[in-house]
């Protein structure tokens, strides 16, 4: 069957966005909080949280985590996770992978670019 790209990801994003246990993955409070707590840790640190990292910091189950970082990459933040996994490999505009795009900031250079 052949697909519009805007219906397959219409599909995808229903497949995130539907009640997973107690919160609904989709509460767009949730998502806000996760794209948050992935910025902050990224400027802070120049590494991108684990999800079980994400869960911690939205006080949710881990598999719910896992769930509220696929979501929020569907609902079509810049970035994207680690073929085959749930890691974060970019975050716009950092890269969570060593790029030769070095980012400094007041003199230090913890970042790579996408």
Same mark, same amino acid.
């Given at each position: 069957?052949?697909?519009?790209?805007?219906?397959?990801?219409?599909?995808? !994003?229903? +497949?995130?966005?539907?009640? !997973?246990?107690?919160?609904?993955?989709? !509460?767009?409070?949730?998502?806000?909080?996760?794209?948050?707590?992935?910025?902050?840790?990224?400027?802070?640190?120049?590494?991108?949280?684990?999800?079980?990292?994400?869960?911690?910091?939205?006080?949710?189950?881990? !598999?719910?985590?896992?769930?509220?970082?696929?979501?929020?990459?569907?609902?079509?933040?810049?970035?994207?996770?680690?073929?085959?996994?749930?890691?974060?490999?970019?975050?716009?505009?950092?890269?969570?992978?060593?790029?030769?795009?070095?980012?400094?900031? +007041?003199?230090?250079?913890?970042?790579?670019?996408?």
């Amino acid at each position: 069957m052949i697909t519009h790209r805007g219906e397959r990801r219409e599909r995808r !994003e229903k +497949d995130y966005f539907r009640l !997973e246990g107690r919160k609904a993955v989709s !509460e767009p409070k949730l998502l806000d909080q996760a794209f948050h707590f992935i910025m902050k840790r990224m400027v802070k640190t120049g590494q991108a949280p684990h999800y079980t990292e994400i869960a911690r910091e939205l006080k949710v189950p881990v !598999e719910e985590g896992r769930k509220t970082l696929q979501a929020l990459f569907a609902a079509g933040v810049p970035g994207w996770l680690h073929p085959g996994t749930d890691l974060i490999s970019s975050f716009a505009p950092f890269n969570n992978l060593p790029t030769p795009y070095r980012l400094t900031i +007041d003199g230090r250079q913890n970042w790579f670019g996408q």
